[in-house]
């Protein structure tokens, strides 16, 4: 599967930004999905999950409450509600997708997109 995140850009602190992450293939369904996130000079580190149902979510807690992960399987997407967005929310979003598990650690995910840039500035 071929991932496409889309929605990045520029927002001042308390601000709000929609990260979208259209998948190609037939069997989005089939897949959890995940958010991470790499800030520079910083290792990549997760964000939320959603499962295959969409009936099971995970929030890392510097993001609960604040971010919200849905998805869409008719229109093959996954999205990221940012709300609230802090300085330290600032880094490149990457989208992935995992056939094996729903997890927070990079290495179950099979598939990557290319990351959208998100910047709060303070």
């Known amino acids: 599967v071929q991932l496409q995140a889309s929605g990045g850009g520029l927002v001042q602190a308390g601000g709000s930004l929609r990260l979208s992450c259209a998948a190609s293939?037939?069997?989005?369904?089939?897949?959890?999905m995940g958010w991470f996130r790499q800030a520079p000079g910083k290792e990549r580190e997760f964000v939320t999950a959603?499962?295959?149902?969409?009936?099971?979510?995970y929030y890392a807690d510097s993001v609960k409450g604040r971010f919200t992960i849905s998805r869409d399987d008719a229109k093959n997407t996954v999205n990221l509600q940012m709300s609230s967005l802090k300085p330290e929310d600032t880094a490149v979003y990457y989208c992935?997708?995992?056939?094996?598990?729903?997890?927070?650690?990079?290495?179950?995910?099979?598939?990557w997109g290319q990351g959208a840039q998100v910047t709060v500035s303070s």
């Open positions: 992935a997708a995992s056939a094996r598990a729903l997890a927070g650690v990079a290495n179950v995910y099979d598939y």
């Open positions: 293939g037939r069997t989005f369904s089939s897949y959890n």
């Open positions: 959603i499962s295959r149902s969409g009936g099971i979510t």
